[in-house]
């Protein structure tokens, strides 16, 4: 099984390496997370161990839930496929010392809502021209129908306005400038999707 750690986007900043180089980083909260269960062929058909994270009031939890995680109070539960069976046990803890500076990752995580939104903003269409008498039709996004297709109906999949993030992006290949086991707190250099407080999932 490879590293794999739950963490809470803090905020962007940067930082210093022993070169003098700056490197614009995000800070996320990581772990400790709970292996609340250990999935394998035998009785799952595949092999998994699932992690709990963050604590909740214990009142907005179903006794299903609570009985599941043998009395935690997790926020959040994930679990990670494994190739063979993992060396975890249930109830062992997770922190951010696996990871080392170096470390090439791959994070997911829910990008910003922005509601609903033009052709312009959401897919990047440049809109009408912006002379020669046009009015109203700077950020429109032209026409739409097709041609002699069953009299120019809308094709499914067409590019429009609709509502625009809020949905999961993974980015690759992003790498870990500095971890603090003390605080719990991992820098990864670049952006990572999401809002302060997004639940970001690491894995190498």
């Not at 999935?39 to 963050?54: L, M, P, R």
């Not at 903003?121 to 429109?140: I, N």
């Amino acid at each position: 099984m490879g590293k794999f750690i739950l963490a809470t986007k803090q905020n962007m900043t940067q930082i210093f390496d022993d070169k003098g180089l700056v490197h614009p980083v995000t800070v996320l909260k990581a772990g400790p997370m709970t292996v609340t269960q250990v999935k394998n062929t035998a009785k799952d058909a595949y092999n998994a161990v699932q992690f709990g994270y963050g604590a909740r009031r214990e009142k907005n939890i179903s006794k299903a839930l609570k009985g599941h995680m043998k009395g935690g109070n997790f926020m959040h539960v994930k679990e990670m496929r494994t190739e063979g069976e993992s060396e975890l046990k249930l109830g062992d803890s997770v922190d951010v010392s696996t990871f080392s500076v170096g470390d090439k990752v791959t994070v997911s995580s829910i990008s910003k809502g922005k509601g609903f939104q033009g052709g312009v903003k959401r897919h990047g269409f440049k809109g009408g021209p912006r002379s020669h008498g046009q009015k109203h039709s700077e950020r429109e996004p032209g026409s739409l129908g097709g041609g002699g297709r069953d009299g120019g109906r809308v094709a499914k999949g067409k590019r429009m306005a609709g509502r625009m993030g809020g949905v999961r992006i993974t980015s690759k290949g992003l790498t870990v400038v500095s971890v603090k086991p003390e605080t719990g707190e991992i820098f990864i250099r670049g952006a990572v999707p999401g809002r302060r407080g997004t639940l970001v999932e690491i894995r190498s």
